[in-house]
């Protein structure tokens, strides 16, 4: 049915190639690129078949991923690189004429704000090109987003409050690590928290707000109020939504090793000279952290991830809880990663199959709530992340 | 009197520098040389006066070393840069006829093992050449040996139990630093305890005991049994005691964030690729934290260190406590530098005045418990680190 080049060859890499490979009705042609070919040609080799094709790219070289799209001509670039390459793939996809998927807002180097506006302001180019952008579509941002679609479209006539709520009550057996790039994920967690109320924008310290839910199957988790980037967009397609807030569990040594990484100074973003070189922090950090790709192996326990909504349906208040629960071993089973980057690969190939099939596709910059969620939770159900419905429960909201 | 060289621009080399130009009728003549000379010119602008030439020269580079000592032409080299650099100043030393004195023992860089063997392994060279080395002048090493040594002379027949306890119970105002090297002292701390013990050396996990000491003017604080250098020399040069132990405080804070750092491998002393760099974590992360040197501006509160000693004084069993507590405001107000670099630069400067007033001058290598201590101690009384002696308390030994 189509053509589509990867980029990126980290966890969520892996698992995006996986699935594809194992869908050939959708993806007929796979092609793997990322900065270290050897990486693209490992994970080729073991999903087998010859299925995979691999090239090497560095996502920050405009000129390079336009050399690499007109010469494999996709039909769908899926972006699994780092978020600070959003736009020079993006605009490599509006000269090459190709559309553009990916699962996480751009972020400029030397701040750490999750906004979509960088990402938002090509929406004309992409619309005069007759190209179709599909912004943030892993798990979080990306599935949430649908669970809210979904719930605004079957479930409610007015959406009031909404909790995003996202558990990670895995336990890999290490002292610390991050279960996604640990760049990202530092400058996710440790930025002041933000949540939406009554038309503005409401901050918090960082971790200030923090309570235990309880998760299904799980049990209460100690959970944290942060800012996630699909709020921003949420606020804006459901504008009925009274408040918005994400919460995420932490436990207490993860939070302690994040408050000492900053206080020593390795959180910061900000070049610091040594030996005559100007070296990052952060992403010297990330070199002596485990890689979030191997953690796998030895994770045993459940991700919980889904949206608590309160609202109004034919006149009545109403509750409804939906959610997907992950388990580590049977995503590292299936995929050889954890379920961190299974969460995020799966509607990413998804996401991609929606556009491959025609349903998602039109000229424009797209968040996933703007397209039909019907079509992409019933293969969501299919690919290994069911989804569970849970009607008129008290949900601590 | 004599003309020294010192080697090393951190707190200590300032603190020796200072206190060093205040007593001209002894340094005569003072140069300041390490890698960055801006550094030393720093230094010398401050105290002022002219007393204090500058030099450039790279302590790791015998040749570089050979030349200044040469061109310079020094009574005794005061060599207060890193541990690292001890043999190759030793071996410069050799080369151009001049003493040496130091306030640390040799640590290669790739293991941390704080033995003396490497320097002592110098002996035969030093004593052929007529030349005296004088190891460990500061004030742990140093001063606690010399407090041994007064105590075996005046005050017992026998030492029986040592515990050297070393509080520092200031407070410098920031979430993390550490008071010297952040790599000496981490890897210092972080490795497993020893002690002696009848005739043998007893190893215990890192900080595995601990318990509440009570410091003169300052109250009881958590003590850790660590390892520290002069351990070994002293039960070499005082057969008979039984025990030797050395006790340090942390806080809660500060052992957190050590945990933390070792978790994440920042104390790490083997290369990690970095862009195409092998870059050792704990030199990086030197690079990252406060700068011991700079920490003096709001350091409140003392150090104590002493010597708690029990043995047998005319066949009775006697018990003794010989201490210094140093003050950090005093201390940067007379020298820019907190209490912990000027603890170690006083005693570094008083054991050169000693060797130049031919107190200490005998050829061969040595503790500093290897000579008289009294007309140290004496001076020690009238350079800023007043000492007290206590006979016959409780000394929870």
Same mark, same amino acid.
């Given at each position: ?10 966890g969520?890499?892996t698992v995006?190639?996986h699935k594809?490979?194992s ?52 039909? !769908? ?5 780092? #978020?600070?390459?959003?736009?020079? =793939?993006?605009?490599?996809? *509006? %000269?090459?004429? &190709? ?40 798990f ?28 990670n009550a895995g336990d890999h ?6 279960n ?32 235990? !839910?309880?998760?299904p199957e799980i049990? #209460?988790?100690?959970?944290?109020? =942060?800012?996630?980037?699909? *709020? %921003?967009?949420? &606020? ?59 953690l796998g192996e030895n994770y045993k326990g459940q991700t919980s991830i ?18 997907n629960n992950c388990d580590h071993e049977d995503a590292y089973k299936e995929t050889g990663t954890q379920a961190v980057s299974y969460t995020t690969g799966v ?21 996933? %709530? ?10 969501l159900n299919q690919r290994g992340l069911p989804w569970h ?9």
């Amino acid at each position: 049915m189509g053509k589509v080049l990867i980029i990126g060859a980290g966890g969520v890499g892996t698992v995006v190639a996986h699935k594809m490979a194992s869908i050939p009705e959708v993806f007929s042609e796979i092609m793997l690129a990322s900065r270290t070919k050897s990486k693209c040609d490992a994970i080729a080799e073991k999903i087998g078949g010859n299925r995979i094709q691999t090239a090497q790219v560095d996502a920050d070289n405009v000129p390079e991923l336009i050399e690499l799209i007109n010469s494999y001509k996709p039909d !769908l670039v899926v972006n699994v690189a780092l #978020p600070y390459q959003d736009l020079t =793939i993006m605009d490599a996809c *509006l %000269e090459t004429g &190709v559309s553009y998927l990916d699962t996480a807002n751009y972020e400029p180097k030397e701040e750490a704000k999750f906004e979509y506006k960088w990402q938002w302001a090509y929406q004309e180019k992409f619309k005069e090109a007759g190209l179709t952008a599909i912004l943030g579509c892993g798990f979080d941002p990306g599935v949430t987003s649908i669970f809210t679609a979904y719930a605004a479209k079957h479930h409610f006539d007015e959406l009031h409050y909404l909790d995003i709520v996202d558990c990670n009550a895995g336990d890999h057996g290490k002292p610390f690590a991050t279960n996604f790039n640990p760049e990202i994920n530092i400058r996710e967690v440790t930025q002041k928290g933000k949540y939406w109320e009554n038309g503005a924008w409401k901050l918090t310290e960082p971790h200030e707000i923090h309570k235990p !839910l309880n998760y299904p199957e799980i049990g #209460p988790k100690e959970s944290y109020l =942060i800012y996630h980037e699909e *709020l %921003e967009s949420l &606020v804006k397609n459901f504008p009925t939504l009274k408040r918005a807030r994400f919460w995420m569990t932490f436990g207490q040594e993860y939070l302690t090793h994040l408050r000492v990484i900053q206080n020593i100074g390795m959180a910061g973003i900000e070049p610091v000279q040594f030996k005559g070189m100007d070296i990052i922090p952060i992403e010297f950090l990330k070199a002596v952290l485990p890689n979030p790709g191997d953690l796998g192996e030895n994770y045993k326990g459940q991700t919980s991830i889904g949206c608590r909504i309160k609202g109004l349906k034919d006149g009545k208040e109403k509750t409804y809880y939906i959610y997907n629960n992950c388990d580590h071993e049977d995503a590292y089973k299936e995929t050889g990663t954890q379920a961190v980057s299974y969460t995020t690969g799966v509607p990413a190939t998804i996401g991609a199959m929606m556009f491959l099939k025609g349903l998602w596709k039109q000229p424009g910059v797209f968040n996933v %709530e703007e397209f039909n969620p019907d079509p992409f939770l019933e293969e969501l159900n299919q690919r290994g992340l069911p989804w569970h419905e849970l009607h008129d429960v008290d949900l601590e909201l």
